[in-house]
Nanobody, 129 residues
Framework: QVQLVESGGGSGQSGMSLKLSCAASGFTYVRYVWGWFRQAPGKEREGVAAIDSSGGTSYPDSVKGRFTISYDAANNRLYLQINSLKPEDTAMYYC???????????????????????WGQGTQVTVSS
């Protein structure tokens, strides 16, 4: 049974750093595409980071330079390092996994929700100014 469990969320002030973690279990294959998405109240879910099976990463311009995604294959854990927190980072953060090959970091199109089949329940991040 595939399971993704996020942790590491919480409250912080602007400028602080936070590291989110996602524990993956039950996955059959070795390689997947991994991603982080967030959804603020009243807004659509948006992708903030993705990493492909070769370790290539992608970020939207809104978070580039502040967010870093990484995957620890030995421990089946996905991470999202968030630096210089801003109030607009306040959202529920979700980790996601998808089949290898559906998206590559070198592809011309940005990653999207449709690239991922498996989702965690989310961890809340709240940033105050």
């Amino acid at each position: 049974q595939v399971q993704l469990v996020e942790s590491g969320g919480g409250s912080g002030q602007s400028g602080m750093s936070l590291k989110l973690s996602c524990a993956a279990s039950g996955f059959t294959y070795v390689r997947y595409v991994w991603g982080w998405f967030r959804q603020a109240p009243g807004k659509e879910r948006e992708g903030v980071a993705a990493i492909d099976s070769s370790g290539g990463t992608s970020y939207p311009d809104s978070v580039k330079g502040r967010f870093t995604i990484s995957y620890d294959a030995a421990n089946n854990r996905l991470y999202l390092q968030i630096n210089s927190l801003k109030p607009e980072d306040t959202a529920m953060y979700y980790c996601a996994a998808g089949p290898v090959g559906r998206w590559y970091s070198k592809s011309r199109r940005p990653f999207s929700q449709g690239d991922f089949d498996y989702w965690g329940q989310g961890t809340q991040v709240t940033v105050s100014s």
